[in-house]
């Protein structure tokens, strides 16, 4: 079946790539069949657990984590494959754009499956590069540098990290491999830092994350929801790896413990905490709706990193949901985004307006996403968010908590921005005429939207498979029991939330009902304090929409500076060292040469 | 979960709103009777509302209303989880969190509602609620985050249970001072009283989220407002007072700590949105993360 699968995945690279010469959009079609197929595929294959699959130098296994993982990323893919047929015609090259986009799909699915640590970077350098080509395509090149040189500091660490542990225990299988570590906390410590770092490059953690709201911006829209919601979690399943198959906890053994966590991880975990705070500060700021979600999943990478590193009874299983959770959220938020750019050309909240006039569907999208991403019940993220909040108030970690809170209502913030700024609110004349998203598009997206809802009433499904990987690694399972979900410190039966809220509707509607009907007046029918305005686009509210607060901290620094002044001087040392090969006088070139074929000789002669 | 539960639930959300309305009503008599005003009947707020929803009325479109139904809907389920002396209509589902973020579903639904309005001012007033919220909200949950670390459970009616046997001085606010003053100051917070109520004052109504209402959607905003406020000042009564051992003293309580926020708000001037919040983040969350590493550091209160 696995076996079947990797090379049904390679197959279809080509085929797409060949079909979308031809012609682009049957290409884009093919790109849903073939992500589709992935998910089903891999979907039965969550009874196979311990299969193992070698390709010449390359090995993979089926874990129920690797599968947890895969499974989310190929349900991200699948459904952005929805928008794909509407987007081929402004791509410049669509068939690169098909063939890459499989390819990084074959390499996350690739990395979540890989046995050996060697098999692990080939597919995260896969994935890299071929999202790194694709971000390209889109609105600024640099954007792509910056992804690229970002991912490539991680990427270099945890080759050092892996070359490393492969020298040191003799072996390159992942679990092996790691446990030669147990009993050596120096080098352990060296490659737990490295190893993880490329992990924390990816979520975009805090002072990594300046790729993010770059790259997110400005890929293409269908991309974009892939980068947010699947690729970043790439670096939740090393941050996994790390803390989880490396023994984090009983290399540090031995350091200064805060509440149970060791120095180090607790440094990584504030690490976490600061992005929270920080990626929900930026995201209130931004005038771009992808940015504002870019930031926001600053922000929830901070989330997800504290509670896999926690490693525990709740927050861990937290963490793990609020992959999930976070990744269908943050796709369908940025689907819908990409929607509404398909329909007005533009992302920029003080640009847009009253869309639910127009595109009431895309609306309902939206709003079901950020409930979920906000954490309110009755949406998956809620649970997720309750179970790395429990999980922090039962250690005492206040700080972390304090930073998991302020991201928590941070968000009602920054969520409701674009809501009320491109969905609610004046409708410009010039949007008068625009229609809802194309019927294919709006299944894609109503799909994530069902999902987000599924995991709200009933966590229980996929918190099943977490108790398993919790099991598997030998802590504490989660809770399940029915409808009820169970933690040391406190339950919830999210059906009978759901059901209370419900009742509370359903009462609410049938008054609402009972009393006199409402005359329906038009959106310019205001009250404007007695001025005449005739322009809708004066009364709508989306500049700066949280002044008062944005001033408390416009001053504050940032961290961008620092990184360009870092590839500034990095620039002029390349060109320094460019100097001792390259000059205008050929004396230089022709020293270098003759020394080469002298060492070239010398060498050869032994 | 039975037939009854619903009735009970039905039973609980039509007590919550004509006990906290006569309070309200009798509290506009104590703020006359501050400002040396003879003030209106104690049935007056009854008559407000129930005006308003008999008057015709205009919406700006679907999401108007919609967002309206799910504000009171949401703040009305609310209602429904909160443990009053201890009785629950759905047993277990109490949890600080739960009911915490089911209060924001009611606080969506009305940002949504007064935004679909189509009026500016309504959405500046809901930028201003919400950074209101960002600001009281903050140091009250790190104190959650503090009471659940002693306590070890993060159910409402459990930790109101826990103060109970030992006379007041069980009380977390005594047990935790600092904690406790926390709570009251982010209570003034949450209600909108001053000095805290620029998002909501009677003289911001026309630059507020409430610009836009009139009729039956405003008669709505004033039921969500009665029945919010019911679940604040419940929360803190069973977080730091105690809750109540029997229905009377819990209502006694209750009355007496809405009481004394109101007749505190009636002497206060008003901050601007943003004096709040950096009052809020340097003296309650100064003041809530201290008490909090007292108690996981210093081991106080064990």
């Known amino acids: ?606 | 979960m039975t037939l009854m539960s619903f009735v009970y639930g039905f039973l609980a959300i039509l007590g919550a709103f004509v006990f906290q309305t006569s309070l309200t009503g009798i509290n506009r008599k104590v703020t006359a009777r501050l400002q040396k005003r003879r003030g209106p009947k104690w049935y007056q707020q009854f008559i407000d509302i129930f005006k308003a929803f008999s008057k015709s009325s205009i919406t700006h479109g679907w999401v108007y209303d919609f967002g309206a139904i799910m504000a009171l809907g949401g703040i009305a389920a609310t209602v429904i989880f909160i443990p009053v002396a201890g009785f629950q209509s759905f047993p277990g589902l109490d949890n600080i969190f739960v009911i915490s973020y089911v209060l924001a579903v009611g606080m969506l639904g009305m940002a949504m509602s007064a935004a679909g309005s189509g009026n500016p001012w309504a959405s500046i007033g809901v930028s201003r609620a919400l950074t209101n919220m960002l600001a009281y909200d903050i140091p009250f949950m790190v104190i959650v985050f503090t009471l659940i670390y002693q306590h070890q459970t993060g159910s409402v009616s459990e930790l109101a249970a826990l103060q109970q046997g030992a006379g007041i001085w069980g009380w977390n606010a005594f047990q935790l001072p600092l904690g406790g003053l926390v709570a009251v100051i982010a209570l003034f917070g949450m209600l909108g009283k001053k000095p805290f109520d620029s998002f909501i004052a009677p003289a911001e109504i026309a630059s507020g989220p409430m610009v836009e209402y009139g009729g039956k959607q405003l008669g709505m905003m004033f039921t969500l407002h009665e029945l919010m406020t019911f679940i604040e000042v419940s929360l803190i009564l069973n977080l730091f007072f105690g809750g109540g051992e029997t229905l009377w003293v819990y209502l006694l309580k209750y009355a007496v700590l809405y009481t004394f926020t109101n007749i505190v708000s009636g002497v206060m001037p008003r901050f601007k949105i943003d004096q709040a919040v950096t009052f809020f983040y340097k003296v309650p969350l100064g003041l809530a993360l201290v008490q909090g590493l007292l108690v996981i550091f210093g081991g106080w209160g064990y």
């Open chain 1, 1 to 606: 079946m696995m076996t079947m699968i990797i090379l049904f995945m390679i197959a279809s690279i080509l085929f797409a790539y060949v079909l979308s010469l031809k012609e682009p959009k049957w290409g884009a079609y093919a790109t849903l069949i073939v992500s589709l197929a992935g998910l089903v595929g891999v979907s039965l294959l969550r009874g196979s657990v311990g299969e193992t699959v070698s390709f010449y130098y390359l090995h993979f296994t089926v874990t129920t984590i690797g599968w947890y993982f895969s499974m989310i990323l190929l349900t991200v893919y699948f459904t952005a494959t929805f928008f794909h047929p509407f987007w081929m015609d402004q791509l410049i090259y669509p068939a690169a754009y098909n063939a890459l986009f499989l390819l990084s799909l074959a390499g996350t699915v690739g990395l979540f499956f890989a046995q050996d640590l060697m098999t692990l970077f080939i597919c995260w350098e896969t994935a890299v590069w071929s999202s790194m080509l694709i971000v390209q395509q889109g609105k600024s090149r640099q954007a792509a540098w910056v992804y690229f040189v970002m991912s490539a500091i991680g990427s270099m660490a945890t080759l050092f990290a892996i070359l490393l542990t492969i020298f040191m225990s003799g072996t390159t299988m992942i679990t092996d491999a790691f446990i030669y570590f147990m009993g050596s906390p120096a080098l352990g410590g060296l490659v737990f830092g490295a190893f993880i770092l490329s992990g924390l490059t990816k979520m975009g953690i805090f002072p990594f994350h300046v790729w993010l709201p770059l790259a997110h911006g400005s890929a293409p829209h269908t991309f974009s929801p892939v980068l947010s919601g699947g690729l970043v979690k790439m670096g939740a399943y090393i941050a996994y790896l790390s803390v989880a198959v490396f023994p984090a906890y009983q290399v540090f053994g031995d350091q200064l413990m805060l509440q149970g966590v060791p120095l180090p991880i607790y440094a990584l975990m504030l690490l976490g905490g600061v992005s929270i705070v920080y990626g929900t500060l930026r995201a209130i700021q931004q005038d771009d709706a992808k940015r504002l979600l870019a930031y926001s999943s600053v922000a929830n990478g901070g989330y997800i990193l504290i509670g896999i590193l926690m490693l525990d009874q709740m927050a861990f299983a937290g963490g793990l949901m609020h992959v999930l959770n976070h990744a269908v959220a943050s796709a369908a938020a940025f689907l819908a985004m990409a929607a509404v750019a398909k329909r007005t050309g533009t992302t920029k909240m003080s640009e847009l307006g009253g869309m639910i006039h127009r595109m009431p569907v895309t609306y309902v999208v939206y709003l079901i996403a950020i409930i979920s991403m906000a954490g309110i019940p009755p949406m998956g993220g809620f649970v997720s968010k309750w179970l790395i909040f429990q999980g922090l108030s039962h250690r005492g970690l206040i700080f972390l908590a304090t930073a998991a809170a302020f991201g928590s209502i941070g968000s009602y913030l920054y969520v409701f921005r674009p809501l009320s700024a491109v969905f609610l609110g004046q409708l410009a004349p010039k949007y008068e005429k625009i229609k809802e998203a194309d019927p294919l598009m709006l299944i894609g997206m109503l799909l994530l939207t069902a999902m987000s809802l599924l995991l709200g009433i009933v966590p229980n499904v996929v918190l099943r498979t977490i108790a398993q990987i919790q099991i598997e690694l030998g802590i504490d399972p989660i809770m399940i029991k029915g409808t009820i979900t169970a933690t040391q410190n406190g339950s919830v039966n999210m059906l009978s939330v759901f059901t209370v809220f419900g009742f509370g509707f359903l009462l609410i509607l049938i008054l609402f009902l009972v009393l006199p009907k409402s005359r329906r007046v038009g959106l310019m029918d205001t009250y404007t304090s007695a001025e005449f305005i005739h322009t809708p686009e004066l009364l709508h509210y989306g500049h700066h929409f949280y002044a008062p607060f944005e001033r408390l901290y416009e001053k504050w620094p940032s961290v961008l500076p620092l990184y360009q002044r870092l590839s500034l001087k990095l620039k002029e040392m390349g060109e320094w060292a460019e100097t001792f090969f390259f000059h205008a006088e050929p004396n230089r070139a022709v020293f270098w040469m003759v020394l080469l074929v002298i060492l070239i000789t010398v060498g050869g002669a032994r």
